[in-house]
């Protein structure tokens, strides 16, 4: 008896020692060697014949080891499990490269549920790999912080970098906390050498992100197999959409002599959570009919790009002051003197309400002219447009 009950212990111990090796069954390769002059890629097959989990990496000579699989859970199937291998693999969880020519180890390695792991070893060989360094160089935010908040300073952010080759990249901007993902280029292929991308704050469906700390993620690959992606903090020092409300308007007096003046009287308010940038000329300045807010001292008081705000006023058939609104005034009821940046620009802040006066010097040879008001968001839009149109009889 004691001989017998030791032959059936010895065989329950070899086939607990065979447990694991007997999940595992049929580990090939679709071919030993990878060589990129002809194939872009080997197929790794294993089967399980029982429930496991799997992990599958690649040694190199030196006993670096590039991991494939880590740990995943696949349960026992007739079909082989197959992992398509294209050359390259993680570096770290930022980064996936080519590996280097030469002659590998792929390891797949087995563990069924409450028994002790096992693992196959086949050689492959990588041969003809692209050399070409890939990376993303010289990326770069400016400005950082920046402020979408429509003041035409610093109002959107470019990124700019260099690739070695024609490459798709992707940037996405992470919201703190939620970690809600804001994609801002999807996919978009760019060529080698420098590039430049610009972001104005605002999601690809609406609104502006709220002033704060982001995190934007850069990905770029290269279609062979080698992925970069770089992270870092992009700040929103402040931002949002400004909003005017034009609450009343005059225009007067209706009737005036051949060179006498009419005047304009406007009472805004920012409604908004932003201050509104504006400039000149202040409220209270005269123009003639000829003249234009471009033209007056030396280009002082030109269109300075999108963002800033004025009151305007215009007249039906104005063809010769070649542009819409010829006449503009400043949000600001103060000075130039004790404005934000005396004589440069002012800003309305949120609730703030202003009353802003105007007036021109009719020179033209007509007897009825109808003038209008409006408010103009320079090299944005028109919030309010052909407003008030009021008739002017010039005797």
Partial sequence: MKRCFGLVFGCLLLLAGCGADAALADV???????????????TLAYQLNAPATVSVWLEDAA??????RDAVE??????????????????????????????????????PPGGAGTEQRRALTIANSPTTAFDV?????TPNPFSPDEDAIDDEVKFSYRLPITSTISIEIIEPGRGTRYPFITRA?????????????????GGVLPAGDYQYVFTAEDGRGNRVVKRDTITLASSGIGQLRLVAAEIGPEKIERGGLITVTFTVENIGTIPLRTHGPPSGFTYTSRQTY???E?????????????????????????S??????????????EWQRPFEFDVLRPGEIATVVGRVQVLEIEDRMTFYVGIAHEGVDYPYDRYDPTLIRVN
Avoid: H, M
């Avoid at 390259?88 to 792929?106: C, E, K, M, N, W």
């Avoid at 819409?324 to 003197?337: E, G, H, Q």
């Fill in 74 to 111: 696949r349960a026992a199937s007739s079909d082989p499990y197959q992992l398509t291998f294209d050359g390259s693999a993680a570096i770290d969880a930022d980064t996936r490269r080519l590996l280097p020519d030469g002659v590998y180890t792929v390891v797949v390695q087995v563990t």
């Fill in 28 to 42: 090939t390769l679709s071919s030993p060697t990878l060589d990129f002059a002809t194939a872009r890629a080997t």
């Fill in 137 to 141: 160089y010289d990326l770069k935010l």
């Fill in 294 to 296: 471009a033209t007056l």
């Fill in 63 to 68: 006993g670096t080891r590039y991991v494939l």
């Fill in 189 to 205: 292929e760019r060529g080698p050498g420098e590039q430049r991308e610009q972001w104005s704050g605002r999601p690809v469906v």
């Fill in 324 to 337: 819409r609104y010829p006449f503009r005034w400043a949000l600001s009821p103060r000075p130039p003197a």
């Fill in 298 to 322: 030396d280009g002082k008081y030109a269109n300075k790009g999108g963002g800033l705000w004025r009151v305007g006023l215009d007249w039906e058939g104005n063809g010769g002051a070649g």
